[in-house]
């Protein structure tokens, strides 16, 4: 498995051959309305829709909020062959999203002639309760014969949902978790995202091999950052990757 870090919560993975894109962000640092609130972006992209190239799939965690699909990735969505997220993203965007409920699947073809399986796992977008706030997420696992398991979180805030994927799972190989412990006045004083000793529990949860955090930085609205992250994923030693824009690495 390859990955290059984009920035904010967008990378292309390289997996069996095949290539996907999480939550395409490449709009320029701005502010950026979102209902009557503004999230402001405080860093581009390390490189644009052109560099991230074609791939096979775009994993979508959500829709409805700029920082994790903007003005440009919105286009690049409208080229992509095949679109995977949730049923009101399905239903807001139009095609080629569709819509993949929790625990269910579809598999790609592998250049070798095997398949790699996407399969939909539960995310929540901030504390108990909020989903009427925050709207639908989903997150994300990859596998197949073969391949590393690994794991997509999307913009999740809970351990308890991470602990019921792991019970699902098993171990994974990777564990890519969206980090920063955002928040907006939405909810006051709760985090949307996972925090930096949320994101070292997860991976202990998970059991993964490797640990690569993403959505962590490039927003204002993060209450944590790459220092944070940097000072927590510490203990981890070489399983945790703390990438810099542009960065591209070989996992597995």
């Not at 609130?37 to 860093?43: A, S």
């Not at 504390?127 to 398991?149: C, I, N």
């Not at 204002?220 to 542009?246: I, M, V, Y």
Request: glycine share 12%; hydrophobic share 40%.
């Amino acid at each position: 498995m390859e990955m290059r870090y984009v920035g904010g919560p967008t990378a292309v993975l390289e997996i069996g051959g095949v290539r996907l894109l999480t939550d395409p962000t490449f709009d320029p640092p701005g502010d950026y309305p979102i209902g009557q609130r503004v999230l402001t972006k405080t860093g581009g992209p390390a490189f644009g829709p052109d560099g991230a190239g074609p791939v096979d799939a775009v994993l979508l965690s959500h829709d409805h909020h700029p920082d994790n699909l903007d003005r440009a990735g919105r286009d690049y969505l409208a080229a992509a062959p095949l679109v995977l997220s949730t049923a009101s993203a399905a239903e807001r965007v139009g095609p080629p999203v569709r819509a993949l409920p929790n625990w269910e699947h579809v598999e790609l073809p592998r250049p070798d002639g095997g398949v790699l399986r996407i399969t939909s796992v539960p995310a929540q977008h901030g504390p108990d309760g909020s989903e009427h706030l925050v709207g639908e997420v989903t997150g994300f696992a990859l596998s197949g014969d073969g391949l590393p398991t690994v794991y997509v979180s999307g913009d999740n805030a809970s351990l308890d949902v991470v602990r019921a994927i792991a019970s699902r799972l098993g171990p994974v190989d990777v564990a890519v978790l969206f980090a920063g412990a955002a928040r907006t006045p939405l909810i006051e004083g709760a985090n949307l995202t996972l925090s930096s000793d949320d994101v070292v529990e997860a991976a202990g949860l998970l059991g993964a091999r490797h640990v690569v955090p993403l959505h962590f930085e490039h927003w204002a609205h993060f209450s944590q950052g790459r220092d944070t992250l940097a000072a927590a994923l510490a203990p981890l030693g070489e399983r945790a990757r703390l990438l810099a824009p542009g960065e591209r690495i070989t996992l597995v």
